[in-house]
């Protein structure tokens, strides 16, 4: 999926770290991390982050550890159900514009807590929270008219809402987009195991 990208050795690189991290995740081999004083003063002066990684809130999925990352290394946005608002994509321009970070992850994760919450909803929830269901609905309206099970209804709707994310990233970020055309920076859309620890590509 990275054939003819002109920044094709940052992109590959950079997924490949995550991948390699993700690996040590599993395997329970975590490479030693340096959190001394010397390593915190070296990043006063600035941060080069190789990736951004959009996440769920749900505690069981910290990006950081799932990709065994240290210091500096990944730029992350974090909210319940991976969605996407003004703000988080403010925060994704700036590491693409100002830190020239070359890999966007939408990261999405099974037994996710708000795409369920949302399949049960029916469009309805109460407070701020309805602003999530929002976001997440049309990932399930998509799911059920494919899905064979109710388990099949929340795994489909969790990557539908990965896709639905990346649809909405580049239909309103004009930044995202200079930089997705003129090759510099490469989005991926993957999904978190929560029960193998493994990290998986959807396309």
Known sequence: MFM?????????????????????????????????LEKRKELLKGQKPYAVVVGCSDSRVPPEIIFDQGLGDIFVIRVAGNVLDPVSLGSIEYAVEHLKTPLIVILGHTRCGAVQATIHSHGKAEGNLKAIVEKIMPAVANAKKVAKSEEDLLNKAIEENVKLQKEFMLKNSKIINKYVRANKVQIVMAIYDLETGEVKIIK
């Open 4 to 36: 003819n990208f002109v920044g094709f050795a940052d992109v590959l690189s950079s997924w490949e770290k995550l991948l390699e991290g993700n690996k040590r995740f599993i395997s329970g081999n975590l490479a030693k991390k340096d959190f001394s």
